[in-house]
Every structure is written in C-alpha cells, then in structure tokens.
Nanobody, 115 residues
Framework: QVQLVESGGGLVQPGGSLRLSCAASGFTFSIYAMRWYRQTPGKERELVARITSGGKTEYVDSVKGRFTISRDNVKNTVYLQMNSLNPEDTAVYYC?????????WGQGTQVTVSS
C-alpha cells in the first residue's frame, strides 16, 4: 500500500532553516509528481511546492527564493529545504502524491517558527 512518511519538522527561530523529508513506498516513486502542502488551523491546505517526475519545480509565490523542493529517486524520498523561515511559515507540512487519480497524504510534520 502507498505510504508517505514525513519527518524533519520542529521549532526554529525566525531566519533559520529546516529540511523536511518524505519517504515514499508502495508505488513507483520515480514516475509521479510529488507535492508539499501546508495547513494552519482554520485555513485550507495550501500547495507550497511541486516537483514533476522529470524534476521540474513550481512554488507558491510566498516561498519562492526561500524553499527548494527536490527528490531522490533511489531513496524514494522528496525533500523540502526551507530557508529564511518566518513566523508565517508555521504550519503542519504534508507530503502528497496523486496516483491513478487517488490522492495520498502523509501524517504531517509540524513546523513552528518562533523566537
């Protein structure tokens, strides 16, 4: 079965960095686009970054120049490098894959940016 397991969240000061990881299993990772979303209480889940099977990347405007999505098709893992973090980046971050029209989610990892 498809599994997505996020890790790497935590508490960081404004201006700091974190790298999130999402380990995928149960499907042919290399042929699917992967996405990172985030959600704060009372708000809809927001698409943060996307990477295609070929490595093309897209970002929401608020993270451009600060976040980098990447993938390792040998380790079946997608990453989100987050730099210059600010309190508005505080959220639960989720990994997502859409496989044969079914959307799969990880359990999420909390990122808190606070001094």
């Amino acid at each position: 079965q498809v599994q997505l397991v996020e890790s790497g969240g935590g508490l960081v000061q404004p201006g700091g960095s974190l790298r999130l990881s999402c380990a995928a299993s149960g499907f042919t990772f290399s042929i699917y686009a992967m996405r990172w979303y985030r959600q704060t209480p009372g708000k809809e889940r927001e698409l943060v970054a996307r990477i295609t099977s070929g490595g093309k990347t897209e970002y929401v405007d608020s993270v451009k120049g600060r976040f980098t999505i990447s993938r390792d098709n040998v380790k079946n893992t997608v990453y989100l490098q987050m730099n210059s973090l600010n309190p508005e980046d505080t959220a639960v971050y989720y990994c997502n894959a859409v496989i044969l029209y079914v959307s799969y989610w990880g359990q999420g990892t909390q990122v808190t940016v606070s001094s």
